[in-house]
């Protein structure tokens, strides 16, 4: 094995390797002939394409319905398009909602201290006064509790649902406004 080994080392070196081989002769003219032709380019006629377009059948002129099942995948083979497909007009349709308008809503805190209360929930304007949807966390070590959601630029007027029976205003609200019921919902600006 390692005599064959040596015999490729010179062989690739250029050394002569015909003494030692009697493939050498053979192998040596075999690369001459790869020279030659690395060397030599034949232009093929000018009339090559037109002629083998020519020697083509004519194509079947088949009726159009049999032309527009020929575009329909066949066997179950459909799913991978359509999912693809679907997939496509997802990621599309959510382009151009991101694209549509920026988000200009602002990042609003709002902040009660309530602390007996079980449970503190945000109601207003923003969220068509539905209990329930909007909780506040806490309360932490000094009663307060909070929560931020994001609104839209706007007038939007809100209050504080404790335990889910007390209506209570927000005390710190720049603004206030008679709700229609005896009560006052707070009134924020964005």
Not at 39 to 54: E, H, I, K, N, Q
Not at 74 to 94: F, N, Y
Request: charged content about 25%; cysteine-free.
């Amino acid at each position: 094995m390692s005599d064959s080994k040596d015999r490729i080392h010179r062989w690739i070196d250029g050394e002569d390797a015909a003494g030692h081989d009697p493939g050498a002769e053979e192998l040596r003219a075999y690369a001459e002939a790869m020279e030659q032709l690395a060397g030599s380019r034949v232009a093929a006629p000018p009339d090559l394409a037109d002629r083998v377009m020519a020697a083509l059948p004519p194509e079947p002129d088949r009726p159009w319905i049999d032309r527009l099942r020929a575009l329909w995948p066949s066997r179950g083979r459909w799913l991978a398009p359509a999912l693809a497909g679907a997939l496509a007009a997802l990621v599309l349709v959510a382009g151009i909602g991101r694209l549509k308008g920026t988000d200009d809503r602002v990042a609003v805190t709002f902040e009660v201290r309530a602390p007996t209360a079980q449970r503190v929930e945000l109601v207003g304007s923003f969220n068509d006064w539905r209990p329930g949807v909007i909780l506040l966390e806490g309360p932490d070590a000094t009663g307060h509790w909070t929560a931020t959601v994001k609104l839209p630029p706007g007038r939007h007027e809100y209050v504080f649902l404790v335990d889910g029976r007390e209506w209570l205003t927000d005390p710190r609200a720049v603004a206030h406004r008679p709700d229609g019921f005896g009560r006052e919902n707070a009134v924020i600006e964005l």
